[in-house]
């Protein structure tokens, strides 16, 4: 499995019927106008209901308000987004978004992107304040959707920074959308109850495997058990996965990625689930 990084497509296919008429105006027979009355009848509102709208998705900067700055050690911070035309994904996008920037400096609170921007200069200003030599904050945040199945929309989002002397490059978020039901999905959603041991015992394998690989101080410090409840998640054609940051289980903790094989995946996954997200 590989974690995909171009934007997947959905493609529809319309359907068109043509009726014609007779030139001769004699009322139709019963059985012709049965025929035609069937042929007219409107698609039930369940079978609408299961086409979702073509995304067409477009990279654009995000709209946000930056201070005004005269000095020459300025804030650098660039948002790269998405624009979709489904309205509820690009609310969702921009709220992914806005928990990016704020994990960024350690805050966890339910913020508009402009309310997390302007977060981000607040703590960029104070750590400037404290001497005079600080730098300030550097921010770059891209954003993408490498892959999509159905309703369900896998979003990537890289960051780039440098902040308080210590740089990041290429630091991933994964979060998953359901747009028919709309809502943001965690492991716990997708993974069938009875089965939750079962992906407890992928993800512990793998944890343990990973932890032989650590350095003796972070094994030392790095707690016994991995809990992927809320753990970011990702999907591609062959199964799921998840994927821990450098320092999130433990410091100088390396990336973690645990990928669950086709099989695996069907054994864990909920019935109504996997057979529309693979």
Known sequence: MKLLKHTAFLSFIALSLGLSACDDRAKPSASDAKVASESVQPVPKKELAEVLPYLNIQEQTAQIALPFCETKNCLELEIQTLKTKDSWLNTWIEQKQAQ????????????SLQQA????????????????????????????????????????VGVDSAQENIKVKERYYFFVADRRTQKNLTALDIIEPKQQAQMDTFVQQAYTQWLKEQNTLARSAAPKKLYWGQADWFFDQEGIGLHYRSNEIVKDGQQLDIYLTKEQTQQVLKADIYPSMF
């Open 100 to 111: 990016v920037i704020q994990d960024q400096i350690g805050l966890k609170q339910q913020m």
């Open 117 to 156: 921007v302007n977060a981000y200069v607040k703590k960029s200003d104070a750590w400037q304040a404290e001497f005079k030599a600080n730098h300030a904050y550097e921010l770059a945040v891209y954003t993408r959707i490498p892959y999509q199945r159905n309703q369900f929309v896998l979003m990537q």
